[in-house]
């Protein structure tokens, strides 16, 4: 509550005997009572708005509230005098537990481990009638039913551009709520000006369920507020405390988002942590399994509706990113064309287990000895969440896309997806494929290990994907999740760029550092460098210096971020870095080059 008394009030001593100064004194005491809650009550907006999917003539506008609103419009154009009427959704997955990071308020209804519902509502509303390379203003109201409205600021928005514009698109991934991911952002705007869009990777936060990392987790580094220039996220550098406020950009440019492991939450619950539920996913074939056997008492009528609640609820699901952003055509995966750029997005990801060996682990090499007799309890290893092997859905649709007419006439050809088909990360081993299970057994037939392999020639990026990619002269392909800036290109000159570098950082392991990899398995673990074979290219412009003096092929820091910029008017894709602990120094372009083939 904002603080309108002091909390002792004082009044001089001579004025005490004075029947009027009390009646004075009660009547300011009555008039607060009646000011102070209303002005407590305002309606606020949760986000500002932002701008997503724009189509030659029009684009979507959305933003977040945490009351439903009975009139949510969006007004633009000259003297805002257009008005377009927003549809609004209320997202179903959304909650707060003993770990968010949020207000006492509301966690003193929080118990234990049990997750509390928040409830949010989403506004989409599309402004029309628009004509390519004119930007014109908007502003967002929504209205609660007692009468009280909130607006936003002014912003300003375009639809798609026109071929031939001139862009500046900005490269990013793994935002995550790092400490460094507001100072990154807020760089952006400081050394670029205004994008004119933003292309990201995956891992946009931690815990998809978790509310308060969409949009104001008392940190001050939720994702919205980044991305919108509201973020008060503190950076101690040797002493020196520097507070960053992100960048005003997506209430400005389109936000094209690819889905990572970290929008993906497990099994749900309603009596575990939210960090439980989101490490606790469950490969769909198993649970069909379980279901099959149980299907009797689960779902006597046979509904099919029922089917596939149980499947979703027992497995994994992506319904908060879904509903934030609802990706066109209903899927996870999508294709747009912006001015010069045809986007190609793909839901390449899997759940991210521990290398650890340790008997207590459910890793990606083994399951927990006490778990050995219980199925249910496994992790089935680095599953994967979407089929992306020749022949699947996925798959089938991409070689459907790289034949359509938009792509083939794109100028420019970019494929963005989550998990790296090359990176000098710890994220690229094992191989992108199905585990293949083994139970060792006793001669009585006890189990005394389930473990997993991974074998290599089954890559599915790079047996399957990245020769399709080659043939259809796709000039760049985007990923993130190692939390590394390092780049690639192939002998027929496509290139690879992971530029993920907010923080975080798991280490490039190149040199004489080395990955954890499992002794005594069957498969081929790359300890070092990119198992898939490219030798990572060394920075054109300002590469950083190792210990020996000798130019890096990457950056894997806590303390200097990195981000990318795509000019399509130049066809440049420029990164650059900023050291966060000399806040007054200026960013610096340290990588270039051409996207051509």
Known sequence: MLKLLPEKLEYPRDLRGKPWFFAVLFLIVLLLGFIMPSYVNEPQLLTDPFLQFPTANSVRVVWFTEFAGTRNTVAYGENLKEISAANTTKLSRTREDKDSRISDEIKQSIIDSNPIVRDIWRHEAEVPNLMPGVRIPYRVTSERKDGASVSSKIFTLSPTPAAGSALKILLTSDHQLMPMTAANLQKVAERIGRVDAVFMAGDLINIPDRASEWFDENCGRAFFPALQGRAFSELDKNGIKTVYSGGELIQHAPLFPAIGNHEIMGRFATNSTLGDQFNDPFPRAAAEKIYAQRAASLNPNNDPSVREIWLKNNTFN????????????????????????????????????????????????????????????????????????????????????????????????????????????????????????????????????????????????????????????????????????????????????????????????????????????????????????????????????????????????????????????????????????????????????????
């Open 318 to 597: 992506s319904d908060t990113y879904d509903e934030v952003f609802k990706l066109p055509g209903g899927k996870k995966y999508y294709a747009v064309t912006f001015g010069d750029v045809r986007l190609v997005t793909l839901y390449v990801t899997n759940i991210w287990r521990t290398p650890n060996l340790d008997p207590r682990a459910r890793g990606r090499y083994r399951e927990r000895d006490e778990d050995f007799n219980n199925p249910e309890k496994w992790g089935y290893g680095q599953h994967i969440f979407e089929p992306i092997v020749k022949g699947s859905a996925q798959y089938t649709w991409l070689q459907q896309e790289l034949k359509s007419s938009e792509f083939q006439q794109a100028k420019y050809k970019i494929v963005m997806f989550h998990h790296p088909p090359h990176s000098l990360g710890d994220n690229i081993v094992p191989a992108y494929t199905d585990p293949v299970q083994i139970v060792d057994r006793t001669l009585d037939g006890e189990i005394k290990m389930v473990r997993y392999e991974y074998p290599k020639q089954q890559d599915y990026l790079i047996r399957d994907v990245v020769p399709l990619l080659e043939t259809a002269g796709v000039q760049l392909v985007f990923y993130g999740h190692s939390h590394l800036w390092n780049r690639f290109v192939s002998s027929s000159g496509m290139h690879f760029l992971e530029t993920s570098n907010v923080g975080n950082s798991y280490g490039a392991f190149a040199g004489e550092k080395r990955r954890f990899v499992p002794p005594g398995y069957r498969e081929d673990y790359s300890a070092i460098g990119d198992p898939n074979g490219l030798e990572p290219v060394v920075p054109t412009v300002a590469p950083l210096l190792g210990e020996d003096g000798r130019p890096l092929p990457y950056i894997e820091s806590n303390d200097i971020t990195a981000f990318t910029i795509f000019d399509t008017g130049e066809g440049t894709v420029s990164s650059y870095y900023f050291d966060t602990r000399k806040p007054e120094s200026e960013v610096v372009k340290f990588d270039e080059f051409k996207c051509e083939r």
